[in-house]
């Protein structure tokens, strides 16, 4: 059995919380070529309501979002297909991962799950599933000429069973929408004239750095030099750990924000970003930040790349701004 195809893609449904419960509704993604050969084209579609819905009179409490992947230009051939479907959140992790495999001989046959994830689930953790109102889908899929079974039907179902994850931990989950909520949110934070509830509980155990601020026993300060969305990526981080909103985007003012305040894990994360992005018009700049705020994972990987590229970085001018810095200058050279 030869593999035609092996491809993943995101697919993102704008207004997926607006859409209109009253219509039987079938939204399709646009085919995308299997391989740059003749052979198989495949489609996402979702059903935001449901498939039992109209059939069973499925109560608006039951309704699940039904998703499915469509097979085209089948040609009377046998076709196996191994697919994974997930949610892409906040943070860009995959949750509610599902797995599953089938052999299409029929042009528009489909597979996939009338019960992908329960409706009410997915809207109550809107702010975690539906950033800005928009359902975006990760689809992973193996198409393979010819019958053949590659999962056993039970090993197939306990995988299926494993692989849906919830969303995100309860507790981090359950901590943020307690900061969105601003109940019994005792400290308050001003950051470009916007103003910031926390709890001086979860700052106290999750922070000691940011908590010090009220020191003197007030209830508000001001943060300088910090934009507001940053400050809440710091925020969010401090009470979830794991999700930090636009991470990659606000990646080097939040390197800044988690040296400030001791947060390491966010630390690491937003090393990890920029190191992902290391190019030879940014590099210098980089080297620099990564002296400037203590990241060594980062300044090991600059100062790799720069010495591998130092001829066509010596033409930007970042490396200009490279001479204002003689520790960083120092260590260069050493390294060559």
């Known amino acids: 059995m030869v593999t035609l195809c092996n491809t993943s893609f995101s697919w993102t449904i704008p207004n997926f919380v607006d859409l209109d419960r009253t219509r039987d509704e079938l939204i399709q993604s646009c085919r995308i070529k299997g391989s740059e050969f003749d052979g198989p ?19 608006k409490e039951d309704e699940h979002v039904a998703i499915y992947l469509r097979v085209h230009n089948v040609e009377g051939k046998s076709y196996t297909i191994r697919y994974n479907f997930g949610i892409l959140d906040v943070t860009s992790s995959k949750s509610c991962m599902i797995q599953d495999e089938r ?6 046959e489909s597979c996939g799950n009338h019960n992908f994830i ?3 689930n997915l809207l109550r953790n809107s702010e975690i599933l539906l950033p800005d109102g928009k359902l975006t889908v ?4 193996f198409i393979m000429n010819g019958s053949g079974v590659y999962l056993e039907a039970t090993e197939r179902e306990v995988r299926r069973t494993d692989q849906r994850q919830e969303p995100m931990e309860e507790l981090p989950r359950d901590l943020w929408r307690l900061f969105k909520s601003g109940n019994y949110a005792d400290r308050c934070f001003v950051v470009g004239g916007e103003k910031m509830m926390a709890h001086s509980a979860i ?39 794991t999700m930090v909103q636009n ?12 040296n400030l305040f001791g947060l390491s894990k966010l630390k690491q994360r937003a090393e990890n970003s920029l190191i992902q992005k290391i190019s030879v018009s940014n590099v210098a700049r980089l080297l620099i930040l990564s002296f400037r705020y203590d990241a060594p994972n ?5 100062m790799s790349y720069l010495i591998v590229h130092k001829k066509d970085v010596k033409g930007t001018p970042g490396w200009r701004d490279l001479s ?13």
Do not use: C
């Open 247 to 258: 991470l990659d985007e606000r990646a080097e003012d939040l390197l800044m924000a988690a």
């Open 138 to 141: 990760f689809v992973e899929v």
């Open 103 to 108: 052999t299409i001989t029929m042009e528009g």
């Open 203 to 241: 700052l106290a155990a999750r922070s000691p750095e940011v908590s010090k601020l009220f020191a003197d026993g007030s209830n508000e300060v001001v943060i300088k030099d910090i934009k507001a969305d940053v400050f809440e990526g710091v925020l969010q981080s401090i009470y979830t750990e």
């Open 41 to 59: 084209e495949f489609s996402v579609a979702i059903r935001p309501f449901g498939f039992y819905r109209f059939k069973n009179n499925e109560s």
């Open 324 to 336: 204002k810095y003689p520790e960083i200058m120092f260590d260069l050279f050493a390294s060559i």
């Open 118 to 120: 329960k409706r009410n």
């Open 298 to 302: 980062l300044k090991e990987r600059a």
